[in-house]
T-cell receptor, first 114, second 115 residues
Framework: DTGVSQNPRHKITKRGQNVTFRCDPI?????LYWYRQTLGQGPEFLTYFQNEAQLEKSRLLSDRFSAERPKGSFSTLEIQRTEQGDSAMYLC????????????FGPGTRLTVL | AQKVTQAQTEISVVEKEDVTLDCVYE???????LFWYKQPPSGELVFLIR??????QNEISGRYSWNFQKSTSSFNFTITASQVVDSAVYFCALSKAGTASKLTFGTGTRLQVTL
């Protein structure tokens, strides 16, 4: 199995711009998670999908954030009108149907908002 | 609410020393899972272990061992004979049991192993 992949790996943008990140989970993993990690902190949960259904969203996910998983495979996370406080590493993880509590993480997308 | 505390921000050891990373958790759930992840400088989180709350048996995997004590809400991680390649940030995490659930992470402990 190839691991979880995320694109782009790095994104630099200006405040106010929109950005979109993509996550490709491990093949046949039905659950997909997004987390955000700021410097010196542990990852914080943002949202979670089971197949194409978004089952949970953190209150950290303001109305500027939206996530989709249209066909139950890859997922996108969009941030509209970026702010400097959005600068962080955005991590994606996936887990298989039979071992739902083992989350396998991708390399992350590092966002820098200038 | 769930909470994970890793009081040790940074630990430095010399190669071949043993080192223990502490983790204390809080949860109101009667069943839950505990995890340890490693984050090397490359940034990708690597899964190390999952422990069920109803299984307090300690576990050993090579140079790694884990001590789960429900009475003190602790899940400590020991590396025996540390190596330079063990240098990384280590995260303890907690999730509800029953269905797949989000992870609540601690703030991590940075381990630096030098020659």
């Amino acid at each position: 199995d190839t691991g979880v992949s995320q694109n782009p790996r790095h994104k630099i943008t200006k405040r106010g711009q929109n950005v979109t990140f993509r996550c490709d989970p491990i093949s046949e993993h039905n659950r997909l998670y997004w987390y955000r990690q700021t410097l010196g902190q542990g990852p914080e949960f943002l949202t979670y999908f089971q197949n194409e259904a978004q089952l949970e969203k953190s209150r950290l996910l303001s109305d500027r954030f939206s996530a989709e998983r249209p066909k139950g495979s890859f997922s996108t996370l969009e941030i509209q009108r970026t702010e400097q406080g959005d600068s962080a590493m955005y991590l994606c993880a996936s887990s298989p149907r039979d071992r739902g509590h083992e989350q396998f993480f991708g390399p992350g997308t590092r966002l820098t908002v200038l | 609410a769930q909470k994970v505390t890793q009081a040790q921000t940074e630990i430095s050891v010399v190669e071949k020393e043993d080192v223990t990373l502490d983790c204390v958790y809080e949860t109101r759930d009667t069943t839950y899972y505990l995890f340890w992840y490693k984050q090397p400088p490359s940034g990708e989180l690597v899964f190390l272990i999952r422990r069920n709350s109803f299984d307090e048996q300690n576990e050993i995997s090579g140079r790694y061992s884990w001590n789960f004590q429900k009475s003190t809400s602790s899940f400590n991680f020991t590396i025996t004979a540390s190596q330079v390649v063990d240098s990384a940030v280590y995260f303890c995490a907690l999730s509800k049991a029953g269905t797949a659930s989000k992870l609540t992470f601690g703030t991590g402990t940075r381990l630096q192993v030098t020659l």
